[in-house]
């Protein structure tokens, strides 16, 4: 990683400040997050910025000594008003995004508030950011809290590259959508140059969302937005499983688990960690546990359940009244299930320490990990990073993020309680043998993907999409006026043209692309331009060119370049051969993706087999698309054909038949001095692109990326800029038969890249 500073920017900072005996300390927080950066952020030499906590009881000196020790370790207070606190916090950011997150609509306040607070309150963040900034700095946001903070940054900092990560779920378009500021919250994080999720289930969400409310389409991990390319990435995040695995090695640790066993007195001990939120499913745990000893009475002296319930958002009444909730089950289940010799639930509901922590994993015989919904849950891989005696079962829930990785774990549905109850019933029947079998694996996963290596992958890949650690620079309207005004003075011009989507719009129907009469007319009159050819190349089977444009007196190229009509011969010949078996194999697999997409088809050409889905549900038609590209890669692997994704189209066609093909022959025809101007839409014609050489001209239609060196809207402007030529070739051409000067008027300004 480069020496640029990373600047690290979350709602909470690594170390929490403390009144005691009237002086201001600060105590390391043990986060996740904080172990995680916390080495990255010392290394870089960066800044963390974020909100240090109320410090309305502190003197003036106080906050002034705070100030100055927050400093000395690289850290940028925010400091917020109690009214902020209370609406941008617990107002909107726990009041209404984590609940919607979390799939619990049904707490969602009706009245729900906060949205002025949290953009205030975004604001200050992006101004504390940007009065650090330096040119090459890296910033990485974090979290729900933060999500208005990227665009305000891009706005502020066009030049700053900019990570985003998001540590809870990201919900299903259906549910993300009930929000009224969804729009704003997708501007938001589209400001980042790279937006990271847990799972691939939440960054697929974020897609949706992005088709559905914003309309636009992701090529997989990647999405343009105006003149800048976001990209999307998976990156589980994981724990510091070595301080976990020392801890649980650490003599004093293994007094206290054997003082916990003791206590147990030989029973055995079920065990759940949790902050006390109503995402982590505790209600309906405590109900199958209850269920278990229900059905089974003579496990009442044989088990002890321990449910530490880690305080949280106290000050709100929700979760007030939750806490009030679990500790009435826990009561009830106690009196129901005690014995003279047991009290079957020990709840403990206080903060533990983290080798109290390791103690109860590694004494634990089965660890109970059901949330309604979770991003990740740490828990999970902090029990499995502490048993290094490779016993202990976990029984996780299908709804963290966790249990897309730790694939040893029994999974259940939280939601069935009765399911949870029958793997509580499964883990504490296991044999040593299994157990130890499914916690080798936990280990495995848990070990080598552990918080530096999620660090170190979302960095790394953030550094490598900027490297030069700014944006890039774009060729301004004047050089492509100045490039187009050097090609007039040149012997001559050939122009190579994309059709769809370069002279005409791109239509649901391909067959609804004919040619209008207007852009008829402009191809006649350019054609007949002295010293001007004009070649299209399209992707386009013969049959569809020669009736549309076989009576101007251009050079048609079909199939891209696989067929060749030379406007003065009107004879069509092929310039690779292909053998006529070749779709065979790949039209049954096209098919199969037909049939099951409604609004689909398949085209076929000589040498190429084209899946159009223009016509398709945007969403189901993408996703189809995406599974199909997969399904052709794998099925065509070591194959002589190549996989090819235009503007909703996918084409199959054998290797070397590409526009390439029309570059390399217009060049070994071409006359010296002539220039070519290519111009064209889509992933097909960077090919040709990239076979020009560079003192041509090559330009991209819209806005995807492309190594053309320059950039237009749309068809439109092609026809505008096309249209630049028609009087300055006749006009260059009597000036120079008259020994007059040769100088042109500028084309049309145009957009470039």
Known sequence: MAANRLLIVSNRLPVTARLSDGRVRLTSATGGLATGLRPWHERSDGLWVGWPGDVSRLTADQ???????????????VHLAAEHVDRYYHGFSNGVVWPLFHYLIDRVPIDATGWGAYQQVNELFADAVAD???PGDTIWVHDYQLMLVPALLRARLP???????????FPSSEVFRLLPWRERLLDGLLGADLVGFHTFDYMRHFVAALLHLKGLETDIDRVRVDQREVRMGVFPMGVDARRFTELAEDPDVAAEVAEIRREAGGRRIILGVDRLDYTKGIPRRLHAIQRLLTAEPELRDRVRYIQVAVPSRGEVDSYRRFKRQVEENVGRINGLCGTVRSTPIHYMHRSVSMRQLVALFVAADVMLVTPLRDGMNLVAKEFVASRVDEDGVLVLSEFAGAAAELNGAIVVNPYDVQSVTESVRQALALLPEERRARMRTLRDRVCEYDIHAWARGFLTQLEALRPDGGTVVLQSPETLTHALADARQAAGVRLLLDYDGTLVPIVRSPELAAPDEALLRLLERLAASPGLQIDIVSGRPRPTLEGWLGELPISLWAEHGLWHRDGREGTWRTAVRVDPDWSRRILPILEHFTARTPGSQIE????SLTWHYRRAPKEFGLRQAQDLRVHLTDALSNQPFEVIEGKKVIEVRPRGVSKALVARRVQDEAEPGVRVIALGDDRTDEDLFAALAPENVTIAVGHRPSCARFRVDDHKAVRELLASFLDAFPERAARAASGGPVTD?????ARSR
């Open 63 to 77: 906050r002034t000594d705070l100030d100055r020790e927050l400093a000395g370790r690289g850290i940028v207070p």
């Open 132 to 134: 650090q900034y330096r």
């Open 604 to 607: 076929t050409k000589t040498a």
């Open 745 to 749: 008027a500028p084309a049309p300004p």
């Open 159 to 169: 030049e700053a590259r900019i990570g985003f990560f998001l540590h809870i779920p």
